[in-house]
Every structure is written in structure tokens, then in C-alpha cells.
């Protein structure tokens, strides 16, 4: 079984920076690839970012791309979502996944490939 314990999520200003953390643990986590996803009230779950199982590969939805970035580091086990110029509509409840299937490098944005999942944190951004 894989844990995953995201944190991070707050109030933060129209403009400004957060970083979320993804921490995992109940498996070796260098193996696999790791995405964020983020859910608004009323809305689908929407693909953020995700990155393969050695940091070599990262994807971007087009809603983040220029904004956001993602990284890793495997000796904690953790993967980061660095947040930047934060619009109102990047409130949401934001959601890590790891991947099923070690080793992984393409369409690493596709849902279906994480079946494992935290327990959310929310991000609220004001003006």
C-alpha cells in the first residue's frame, strides 16, 4: 500500500506563491511517477502536473503552464507543486497521485495511470 500526505494548501493573495508537498511513503518512491490534480467545487478533476520517476519528465496542464512547476526529491520522498502568480481560479482542492506502473515516462498527465491518491489540500486564492 502507498500513503500520500499532501500539505501546503492555504489562503494565499492574487499574484502570490504557495509550494505544495506530496509526502509518500509504503513503497520505493523513485520508481514512480508522481502528478497533481486539482478539483473546484462543481467542476471535474482537472490534470495540473506530473513528473516522471527520475524528474526527467514533467508535463503541465495548459491552464499552469508558465506558472507552475513541479519537482522532486526522491531521497525525501516528496514531491513539490511550485506555485506562482496565483489567479483566483487555481482555488481548489489539489490531490497528488502516484503512479501504478514503474518506470514510466509518456502521457504521464493521464488520470488513469494513478491509483494512488492523498487526501487533498485546499488552495484559496483572494484578492
Known amino acids: 500500500q502507498v500513503q500520500l500526505v499532501e500539505s501546503g494548501g492555504e489562503l494565499a493573495q492574487l499574484g502570490g506563491s504557495l509550494r505544495l508537498s506530496c509526502v509518500a511513503s509504503?513503497?520505493?518512491?523513485?520508481?514512480?511517477?508522481m502528478v497533481w490534480f486539482r478539483q473546484a467545487p462543481g467542476k471535474e478533476r482537472e490534470f495540473v502536473a506530473a513528473?516522471?520517476?527520475?524528474?526527467?519528465?514533467?508535463v503541465f496542464g495548459d491552464s499552469v503552464k508558465g506558472r507552475f512547476t513541479i519537482s522532486r526529491d526522491n531521497a525525501k520522498k516528496t514531491v513539490y507543486l511550485h506555485m506562482n502568480v496565483l489567479k483566483s481560479e487555481d482555488t481548489a482542492v489539489y490531490y497528488c497521485?502516484?503512479?501504478?506502473?514503474?518506470?514510466?515516462?509518456?502521457?504521464?498527465?493521464?488520470?488513469?495511470?494513478?491509483?494512488?491518491w492523498g487526501q487533498g489540500t485546499q488552495v484559496t486564492v483572494y484578492s
Open positions: 509504503g513503497r520505493a518512491f523513485d520508481w514512480y511517477g
Open positions: 497521485g502516484a503512479d501504478k506502473t514503474p518506470f514510466r515516462t509518456e502521457e504521464l498527465w493521464r488520470q488513469d495511470y494513478y491509483d494512488y
Open positions: 513528473i516522471g520517476w527520475d524528474g526527467s519528465a514533467t
